[in-house]
């Protein structure tokens, strides 16, 4: 008898699954790191010690975590709307364009106050019109949303090659990169933060763009699933045809969600430009665009999942760097590779330990079914 994992609770999807793929990956990273003569479980032990063991460690791992946060909710919003977004990359890179070009206008002249909000709504801003656009293509003309959110990554970066080279470069310095921030145009740091209260805490890169993570996660949250726009979304999604019947517009939607989605990956800029190197750099994107696909997969697109998945990969590029500077052999291509199998497991293979979960579970619920019918039986 086949099984459906339809037939499986939504915990059980949402939660179990992926905690048993995100095990299978581990096993198979255990075993190749067997292969090349080191051990796995000293391994993990240096890993999440440098991930977690220290205040410096767990403040770079939630620093990559809020990164990933962004652009795993980019992609998990084209998703529910029936797309998807592969251009988290270029989004960003026009996130940053904009944080850079007010905190150049704005960040000598006027107070933090009123510069951090501006920023954040001008990363928003144009990550929102890189994503609305490959959105109103899909829309109108029916081009696919993977070819043109790529071609958008390589548009992307030649403008921000260009900008960067050509009108914002700073004149005298031999890196290609803008002037410096001034003071208004800085986002704190966590332990800024903490010190104004009395707190003492190392400082890193971390920023309170992890509290503007935060709050993007529950806004789609919230959005998604208690509004009315939100339902609109997922049903154009899921039942396209349905949605035209109800009198969705389903245009209107597949351009917003683009829109949204872009505005999450633009927020990126934020925590790189604004929280990090207080300039625009070439290189702040750094493949975050394309690791948010895989936080999204692995937290099955829901908010809550998105960041617990993101801080996975918070902690193994956090303790991935400690684990190879401690451990002699074992490079940082080994952590890519672990990475990888996550991405292997938890999306092209997400749902090969679905039947045998599906079936465990119905195991267990035959006793009570017989158990309920011969109560009634009795009865």
């Known amino acids: 008898m086949s099984t459906s994992t339809d037939e499986m609770p939504r915990w059980l999807d949402l939660v179990v699954l ?3 793929n995100l095990a299978m990956a581990l096993l198979v990273a255990g075993v190749v790191v067997w292969l090349v003569g080191l051990d796995p479980a000293q391994a993990i032990v240096l890993l999440v010690k440098g991930a977690f063991g220290s205040r410096l460690g767990l403040s770079y791992t939630l620093y990559y975590a809020t990164t990933f946060v962004f652009t795993g909710l980019a992609v998990a919003i084209a998703f529910h709307a ?16 904009g944080t850079a070009l007010v905190a150049l206008w704005l960040g000598d ?15 928003a801003g144009f990550g929102m019109a890189w994503g609305a656009l490959p959105g109103a293509l899909a829309a109108w003309r029916g081009s696919h949303t993977v070819i043109s959110t790529i071609m958008f990554n390589f548009i992307a970066s030649a403008l921000l090659s260009w900008l960067s080279l050509n009108v914002l470069k700073e004149p005298g ?18 332990h800024e933060a903490l010190a104004a209260i ?28 208690h509004t009315r726009r939100g339902y609109e979304l997922r049903t154009v999604g899921h039942a396209p045809e349905a949605a035209r019947y109800a009198g969705i517009r389903p245009r209107a939607q597949i351009i917003f969600a683009m829109g949204l989605s872009g505005a999450m990956a633009g927020l990126l800029g934020v925590n790189e430009v ?89 195991r267990t619920q035959r006793p009570r079914a017989v158990a309920g019918a011969g109560g009634a039986a009795h009865g």
């Open 198 to 225: 009395g707190l003492d805490w190392p400082a890193s890169p971390l920023n309170l763009s992890l509290l503007l993570a935060v709050a993007a996660g529950v806004g789609t949250w919230w959005l998604l699933w």
């Open 173 to 190: 310095n031999m890196t290609v990169e803008s002037r410096a921030f001034g003071a208004g145009a800085k986002m704190p740091g966590i």
């Open 82 to 97: 029936g797309l998807f977004n592969i251009g988290g990359e270029g989004q960003a890179m026009l996130g940053g364009i």
């Open 109 to 123: 002249t006027l107070p933090a106050w009123v510069v951090l909000p501006a920023m954040v709504l001008a990363a």
């Open 274 to 362: 604004a929280g990090v190197h207080g300039r625009l750099l070439l290189d702040y994107v750094v493949g975050a665009g394309f690791a948010g696909i895989a936080v999204s997969l692995i937290g099955r697109n829901h908010p809550l999942g998105i960041a617990m998945a993101a801080l996975l990969f918070g902690a193994l590029y956090q303790g991935g760097a400690e684990l190879a500077f401690e451990l002699p052999g074992f490079s940082r291509d080994m952590i890519i590779t672990l990475q990888g199998l996550i991405v292997l497991f938890a999306g092209a293979m997400s749902q090969v330990a679905a039947p045998l979960l599906a079936r465990l579970w119905m």
């Open 18 to 20: 992926p905690a048993v």
